[in-house]
């Protein structure tokens, strides 16, 4: 006996024999892990019989057999281990009274006839063999051969860890370049595709080399799903494939017990993405864990001691986390070892925004969130959910992290693993795995509406409103899975989930809009008589507004170019572009309401002015806001401990060139991020007037917030601002200066954002002159766009700047010195050179 297998040939040996008991077992045992376990084990007694007595020989099982998980049509992965005493004739005997029946029963066979020191060779030079035997299980014979290889293959695989990991890391990635990612293919490939059983298995010989192991939370349940399907699928067809095909899937979804062949396909998305998710928590563990070992860390130590102060958008500033490898991004949140943590005094449990301004300052660096912070976020969501209707931080952040491109997709995976997304939109789970059977679409539903909002990240640009751009995109096809329309579905779906978000009502409307009729141009441009009147007033009167025609313009290519190649086209786009001017013009040939005229100074503005015409300088006001208390299942927050949601800065400067840039500037030095502004003139009052000083005043009205430490005092902001209205202070060089000492350093690539655009809005205003900017949120953004401004020789009579999400979209009235509006071509080299000087 050995490991309780008879070496002698028994009745159960002949090939009649085992060929019956297979079937029965296959007939008989329900499909699962103890049916793989069981045929393994049929399969040893078998092959141990036909081995039969033969001394300095064992027969090994390597990979999947070698686990003991035969599916009904694996192949037998087989090593006959000898030590090299026997004849060759002798050997090559034991091998044929072995290789030849399994060939007989018509059983695919992997075999070789090796010593110990040739499979240890083989393996050093090729990294699948390796592999393979770090499987290796005695079956029948010289039990101490086996034993030993083991050990061997073992101890070589964790001394060479170093380098066979990255080997395993390429081979991984080549095949997903092959064979592309399980849970979004419509017929995916159980074993080789991404998240397949190739990959767990990656993940076993990982752990196998001790340098890291993967996170185990459903890891197993995920493998065991996987290879179910596969049983089922090699019983369905009789043959050994590992392809999913379409036209086997409710037969395998009825061999499983499921529903159908959707639900089926849902369990193995569902899976493989247990196993991704897994493995790109692992390969980081494994990167940073060979950096740490090849670096030198004295070295390290030197750098991270020296790492500067980041600065963020529009401003930002150190933490207690900067230093010692720890670089904040955001408040509560460091980077540290290449990853997105939360920061030591960071309490997530009373930070129910931490989450979304986590994953918003990853995606925009271009890091990975760390596994541990997204289920420090989970388990504080489960005790202090964020409240309903969301602050406004949280859903600007959610903006931001739609807005940051290619980026957004690894982050969003890991907040879907520990379920965070479906906390956050409970109608996500709906789509979530959902697939699609139109041969366009590549993606599943949920996936499909991320690579939308990537997508639509790069028309920002051409938008009024990205915020509502991106979130469009993010629930367009919300509605699938459900009867009916999917966009009527969707446009009700659309509403309750753009409130919860904190929209208002009229962004709510706005939102509803363009789930509705996401389809609406694409479909009309491709279908209809354009040149019929009727088509067009058909489509005006469903969209409503210009700005609403803008965004269902971009959503629709968003759309598109997230479905697939065969959606979208430069024939396509001529057409929806055609369509949309059409409208366009319909719509304005239907004046809608005026503009409501800016509302009379409030009685502190009034005042400040007042005072910066008496002073002759600057005067200035800040006022916190904070959140009200939080209602709903999470604990109020203790009324002694607000949190901050911005700050209100006023500032009354006696007219004069220059001001807007002085002001912008003197905030981005503060490292005070501006999330709103609002800037114009106020004439003064009669009794100073008739004084005879000339001149009014400036107001500007500005929303900031402190990324880190506390607000700036309004004196200091004061003084700063004198010296940068008198020329004293140079805030291009100061912040050239910040910009160069960061430049020393590398620094990660981050997001790719699309470039700058300036245009020049028609018949913007009767009085003067509007310029819209639409760019990158950064550092020092509005202090450049004032300078290019007054470079360009034109005075700003009003400006409206909104961040929304990392974009500026930004709005300047102009006029030339004497106050008249400019020339078409005046209006155009202004626009050009501030477009150049952003660039």
């Known amino acids: 006996m050995t490991d309780g297998v008879t070496t002698d040939r028994t009745p159960d040996a002949e090939p009649g024999d085992h060929a019956a008991a297979r079937l029965r077992l296959l007939a008989e045992e329900a499909p699962g892990a103890p049916r793989r376990a069981a045929l393994a084990r049929l399969t040893d007694h078998w092959l141990a019989g036909l081995l039969g007595t033969a001394p300095g020989v064992a027969l090994v099982a390597v990979g999947g057999y070698g686990r003991g998980e035969l599916s009904p049509r ?24 072995v290789w030849y029946p399994v060939w007989d029963q018509g059983l695919a066979l992997d075999h070789s006839v090796r010593t110990p020191e040739q499979a240890r060779k083989t393996a050093g030079e090729d990294l699948r063999a390796h592999l393979g035997l770090l499987d290796a299980r005695h079956i029948a014979g010289d039990a101490a051969l086996t034993a030993a290889l083991r050990g061997t293959v073992l101890a070589d695989w964790r001394a060479q860890a170093p380098r066979r990991l990255p080997e395993l890391r390429e081979l ?38 001790w340098l890291a192991d993967a996170p185990r939370d459903g890891l197993e349940e995920a493998r065991r799903r996987l290879l179910d399907t ?27 017990g499921l529903l159908d062949a959707d639900t089926l396909l849902r369990e193995v998305y569902e899976s493989a993405r247990t196993v991704a998710y897994a493995g790109d928590v692992t390969w980081r563990e494994v990167g940073r864990v060979l950096r740490a070992r090849t670096a030198r860390p004295r070295l390290r130590g030197l ?14 500033g150190g933490g207690p986390d900067a230093g ?8 509560g949140v460091v980077e540290q070892d290449g990853e997105v943590v939360v920061a030591r005094t960071a309490r997530p449990e009373r930070d129910p925004v931490l989450a979304l301004r986590a994953a918003a300052a990853a995606a925009q660096a271009g890091l990975p969130l760390s596994r541990h912070a997204v289920r420090q976020f989970a388990a504080a969501a489960a005790v202090r959910p964020l409240p309903v209707p969301w602050p406004p931080e949280a859903r600007d952040q959610l903006v931001t992290l739609l807005g940051a491109g290619e980026s957004t997709v690894p982050v969003w995976e890991a907040l879907e693993a520990e379920g965070l997304i479906t906390r956050l939109l409970p109608d996500w789970e709906r789509v979530r795995c959902r697939p699609q059977r139109n041969p366009v679409h590549r993606w599943t539903v949920d996936r499909h509406l991320v690579e939308t909002a990537v997508r639509a990240a790069a028309l920002t640009r051409r938008v009024s409103r990205p915020d509502l751009l991106l979130v469009a995109a993010l629930l367009h096809d919300i509605g699938k899975g459900r009867p009916g329309d999917h966009s009527v579905a969707g446009e009700t779906i659309a509403r309750d989930l753009a409130a919860r978000i904190g929209f208002d009502r009229a962004d709510v409307a706005v939102l509803a809009t363009l789930v509705r009729h996401h389809l609406l141009l694409v479909e009309t441009a491709t279908r209809r008589d354009l040149d019929d009147p ?65 509302g009379a100074p409030t009685a502190e503005q009034e005042r400040l002015a007042v005072e910066a015409w008496r002073t002759g300088g600057p005067v200035l006001a800040l006022h916190a806001q904070a959140e009200p208390p939080v209602g709903g299942d999470g604990p109020e927050r203790h009324p002694e401990e607000p949190e901050p949601i911005g700050v209100e800065l006023l500032i009354a400067v006696p007219d ?56 700036p005092q309004a004196a200091r902001l004061r003084e700063d601002l004198l010296r940068a209205l008198d020329g004293s202070l140079d805030i291009a060089a100061r912040l050239a200066e910040r910009e160069a000492a960061y430049a020393k350093y590398p620094r990660r690539r981050g997001v790719h954002a699309p470039p700058p655009r300036v245009t020049v809005a028609p018949g913007g205003s009767q009085l003067a002159t509007v310029i819209e900017v639409r760019a990158q949120d950064a550092p020092g953004l509005l202090h450049r766009i004032g300078a290019a401004l007054e470079a360009a020789g034109v005075a700003v009579r009003s400006a409206h700047v909104s961040t929304l999400g990392a974009n500026a979209v930004d709005a300047f009235y102009v006029t030339r010195g004497d106050g008249a509006r400019l020339t078409g071509a005046e209006a155009a080299a202004v626009a050009r050179t501030t477009e150049d000087a952003l660039r």
């Open 534 to 598: 009727a088509t067009v007033r058909s489509v005006a009167a469903a969209v409503g507004t210009t700005a609403t025609l803008e965004l269902l313009h971009a959503l629709t290519e968003a759309d598109a170019l997230a479905t697939g190649p065969a959606a979208w086209s430069s024939w396509r786009g001529s057409l929806v572009a055609d369509l949309v001017a059409r409208v366009a013009a319909q719509l304005a040939g239907d004046p809608g309401p005026e503009r409501a005229a800016r």
């Open 324 to 331: 010692a490898g720890r670089r904040p991004l955001a408040d």
């Open 230 to 256: 596969r049983d089922a699928l090699h019983l369905a067809t009789g043959r050994a494939t590992d392809r999913l095909a379409l036209q086997e899937q409710d037969q395998v979804a009825r061999e499983l």
């Open 74 to 97: 694996s192949d037998l992965d087989v090593l006959l281990l000898h030590d090299g005493t026997g004849s060759p004739e002798a050997l090559a005997a034991v091998a044929d009274r």
């Open 172 to 209: 991984c990635q080549e095949r997903a370049r092959r064979h592309g990612e399980l849970p979004f293919l419509l017929e995916p490939d159980l074993k080789e595709a991404h998240g397949g059983l190739r990959d767990a298995t990656a993940l076993r010989a990982v752990a196998a080399s």
């Open 303 to 316: 750098l991270g001691a020296s790492r500067p102060r980041p600065f963020g958008g529009r401003g930002a």
């Open 656 to 711: 004069q060139p220059g001001v807007l840039a002085a002001a912008a500037g003197v905030l981005a030095l503060h490292r005070l991020t501006v999330r709103a502004a609002d800037l114009h003139a106020v004439e003064p009052p009669r009794e100073i007037a008739a004084s005879g000083r000339p001149g009014g005043v400036l107001l500007l009205d500005w929303r900031v917030a402190a990324e880190y430490g506390s607000l």
